[in-house]
């Protein structure tokens, strides 16, 4: 089935156009919808509604979930290398997919067409599948986030200032890169804090998933961007384990871990020819495959954020996560 088949209708249509904002920082003219209270482009508002009716999971898909910006690119990489180390193993001469694929060729994404991948190329893929979305787990077909359905997901969360530091370098370059002035300062610092950009806001977004892992800790593994970098090596064992594809201590014994979190690892992705090119999202936009690559760091806000902006997000951080459990 293609996601162009199914219509929205026409009522719902009507209600939703009374909430389009219209960001001036925005890309392409996407201009963003507030969907059962987040903010999401458009066309992706269609798909989550196609994907309600037409989206079948398997027990044994595994999903890669976000809020963009959030290290997205590398938890698919690593999921990916670990779920297909029997048929590519670095410690082989097999050329492995992520030496010549972008993660997102790997993994595609649910709601956004990817290079015409879109449910009918989903439906095709074999067992066990990887796929992802930046959807909050509200706005899941039930037969995802039913507790009985088996399939798991795996989210990924980032603290607040380097997830807008990431995002306001994106989208300056995706811009410029279209050939558009960027206004984004400001005005995108505006937004962010008022949860209007894709996905947005953050902490509703973060906070959803975060009681799902509680609620749900076999469905739903809850990571932070700051942890990976502090230990890939943990982290990719725990997806494994997650994806009930535990390593073997024979695996590890023959640095296939190491190996892994190596060919992942942001030196070596961002590196790779393939992922300089362009890659379609589809027939409007087109990003540069180095755009999902830019430092990799944690803390690169100070590098970007006044005191006075960085001390307003970690308040309204502080305010919205207070008496949550979670905090950074
Ligand atoms: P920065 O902009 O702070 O450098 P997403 O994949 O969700 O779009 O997130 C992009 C962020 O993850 C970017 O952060 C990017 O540099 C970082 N990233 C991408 N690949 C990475 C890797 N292999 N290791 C660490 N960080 C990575």
Not at 11 to 29: G, S, Y
Not at 203 to 226: A, C, D, I, M, T
Request: net charge negative; aromatic share 12%.
């Amino acid at each position: 089935m293609k996601l162009s088949k199914v219509s929205v209708e026409e009522d719902e249509r009507n209600k939703r156009q009374a909430f389009i904002d219209t960001p001036n920082f925005f890309l392409h003219n996407h201009k963003l919808c507030n969907y059962k209270g987040f903010w999401l482009p458009e066309n992706v508002v269609t798909n989550v509604e196609l994907l309600r009716d037409g989206f079948t999971p398997r027990p044994t898909d595994v999903f890669i979930a976000s809020h963009p910006k959030c290290g997205t690119t590398w938890l698919k990489g690593l999921a990916f290398a670990a779920l297909n180390r029997t048929n590519y193993s670095p410690l082989t001469s097999t050329p492995h997919p992520l030496l010549t694929l972008n993660p997102h060729e790997c993994v595609p994404f649910l709601e956004v067409t990817l290079q015409g991948m879109n449910l009918s190329y989903v439906e095709s893929m074999s067992s066990p599948r990887l796929l992802s979305f930046h959807l909050p787990p509200s706005m899941l077909p039930t037969s995802i986030n039913d507790a009985f359905s088996n399939c798991r997901i795996i989210y990924v969360c980032r603290e607040t200032k380097d997830v807008f530091t990431s995002s306001w370098h994106f989208y300056q370059t995706l811009m410029e890169s279209v050939g558009m002035k960027s206004p984004l300062s400001d005005d995108f610092f505006e937004s962010f804090c008022g949860g209007r950009v894709p996905y947005g806001p953050i902490w509703e977004h973060v906070l959803e998933y975060w009681r799902e892992s509680q609620q749900k800790p076999g469905k739903v593994l809850f990571l932070r961007y700051e942890e990976m970098i502090e230990d890939p090596r943990r982290i990719l064992k725990m997806i494994a384990q997650f994806m009930g594809c535990e390593f073997s201590k024979e695996e590890e014994n023959m640095g296939l871990v190491d190996k892994l979190v190596e060919l992942c690892g942001f030196n070596r992705l961002s590196n790779i020819e393939e992922n300089k090119n362009e890659l379609i999202i589809n027939e409007n936009i087109k990003i540069k495959k180095s755009l999902y690559f830019r430092k990799g760091l944690v803390g690169d806000w100070a590098n970007l954020l006044t005191p006075e902006m960085a001390q307003r997000l970690d308040e309204i951080t502080r305010e919205k996560f207070n008496g949550s459990g979670l905090n950074f």
